[in-house]
């Protein structure tokens, strides 16, 4: 594919004179890989020239009589080093900033040579106005491993449509790398901050643009706060909070703690705009602190919302089974009556831990519920019973374990079964008298 837009065009053509930096190869050559030795029984074997030779190195330091290099060395039977890395290396060329990625497979074993492969898969080009365009070899189809470049397919440009800052949206173009190197900068990236670093912090291609556009990343990176960085698409949102962290020279290493903490501030109404909550002293512990606070808060509101709902539903409840509440079945051990009230409803529902109160039985026209205690008092089941077909529906001890006694609870039930076919009875006739 030729690049179709304007800056595509540019690139292609800009690309067919990009120099190759003879810097490239000599960190690629000494420094993208570790300079490894393998040490099993009294010999180390170089990885890095293949030979092997007597020695017992003492803390994992040896210099390799034939190639001369110092090496780590690691106690392994290994013989054989294989491993590709990639190599970012950025620089300014022509108004672009164009960051190039390698990768480097190197193959050493021991008593061969070593070899270095070395392919550039990938550029992306920022331009002062934050645009990319990417320029990539192809993957292999199918594959998910972004290993699987298609080493000799031609490096061009690709169609590219991510919109920087979007937060689900998964960028194939987006990869790691084992190093960067940057040997120069867009004079614009430099005024806004920009020395090559990205501290860690977000992709160094997505932190060029985010520096180009964003002006409170922009403010971040001149200012040194580039932990806040992380935040980049949650910035406005939390901007306020931030620039208290600036003012007051607060740091901090975890800054999704910070930003739990300050949504959790500000759902229970604190001042954010005081540096004494936004800046404590000690993040784990005032994060924890406000985390249990909005817990209880948030239990509180739920507490509150129930008692109206249970407020407002008791009239009704009443009205519905005013000929059933006086109902009482009992024998020498269980005594069984309706829930009283939508509050009973509420009480039964937590000491049982089931869904009586949550799934609003106390709404259904047809169930008639029932309480089943011991002598003492003690809940031992829950009881629906269907008015219109007459027969219990389900009988639920706590946490909706069948009882153990269901058996005489239910036949109990069963041989009273006249009450409640009066009390049915009456509340037609009442139903019907209103
Ligand atoms: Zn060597």
């Known amino acids: 594919m030729k690049g179709l837009t304007k800056i595509q065009k540019e690139v292609d053509y800009k690309a067919t004179l990009l120099p190759y930096h003879k810097t490239i190869d000599r960190i690629i050559n000494t420094r993208l890989f570790p300079c490894l030795g393998y040490h099993a029984g009294k010999k180390v074997v170089c990885m890095e020239c293949g030979s092997s030779f007597d020695g017992n190195p003492a803390k994992g330091k040896a210099v390799c009589p034939i190639c001369g290099k110092t090496l780590n060395v690691e106690e392994s039977k290994k013989r054989t080093f294989k491993e590709i890395r990639c190599f970012l290396y950025s620089m300014r060329f022509q108004g672009w900033q164009v960051n190039r990625y390698f990768y480097v497979q190197k193959v050493c074993k021991q008593g061969r040579a070593v070899s270095m492969q070395v392919h550039e898969v990938m550029q992306r080009w920022v331009n002062p106005l934050g645009k990319l365009v990417v320029r990539a070899k192809s993957f292999r189809p199918m594959s998910y491993y972004r290993d699987a470049w298609n080493y000799d397919s031609e490096l061009k440009t690709r169609p590219y449509t991510k919109h920087i800052s979007t937060y689900y949206y998964v960028d194939k173009y987006d990869i790691g790398y084992s190093m960067q190197h940057t040997v120069s900068v867009l004079p614009e990236l430099q005024r806004n901050g920009y020395d090559g670093n990205d501290h860690g912090v977000v992709d160094v291609v997505e932190l060029q643009q985010l520096i180009l556009t964003d002006n409170h990343v922009e403010t971040l990176w001149k200012s040194g706060f580039f932990e806040f960085a992380k935040l980049h698409d949650k910035l406005s949102e939390y901007w306020t909070e931030v620039k208290i962290c600036m003012r007051n020279h607060y740091h901090i290493e975890d800054v999704g703690l910070w930003k739990d903490m300050v949504s959790n501030l500000r759902e229970l109404a604190k001042d954010t705009h005081n540096a004494a909550y936004v800046c404590p002293e000690n993040l784990p512990m005032a994060h924890d602190r406000w985390r249990h606070k909005v817990e209880d808060f948030r239990k509180k509101q739920r507490f509150l919302?129930?008692?109206?709902?249970?407020?407002?539903?008791?009239?009704?409840?009443?009205?519905?089974?005013?000929?059933?509440?006086?109902?009482?079945?009992?024998?020498?051990?269980?005594?069984?009556?309706?829930?009283q009230s939508v509050a009973d409803f509420y009480r039964e529902g937590e000491a049982m831990h089931h869904c009586v109160f949550?799934?609003?039985?106390?709404?259904?026209?047809?169930?008639?519920?029932?309480?089943?205690?011991?002598?003492?008092?003690?809940?031992?089941?829950?009881?629906?019973?269907?008015?219109?077909?007459?027969?219990?529906?389900?009988?639920?001890?706590?946490?909706?374990?069948?009882?153990?006694?269901?058996?005489?609870?239910?036949?109990?039930?069963?041989?009273?079964i006249r009450l409640i076919a009066k009390a049915k009875a009456s509340s037609i006739l009442m139903a019907q008298a209103a």
């Open 305 to 339: 919302k129930q008692k109206e709902e249970i407020q407002s539903e008791e009239p009704h409840y009443y009205e519905r089974m005013k000929a059933f509440l006086g109902i009482v079945i009992e024998n020498d051990v269980y005594i069984v009556t309706p829930l």
């Open 358 to 416: 949550t799934n609003e039985y106390y709404k259904e026209a047809k169930s008639l519920i029932f309480s089943v205690r011991d002598k003492k008092g003690n809940r031992i089941s829950t009881i629906e019973f269907d008015l219109d077909d007459m027969k219990i529906v389900q009988n639920r001890g706590i946490q909706n374990s069948v009882p153990k006694d269901k058996k005489n609870i239910d036949k109990l039930v069963k041989s009273n």
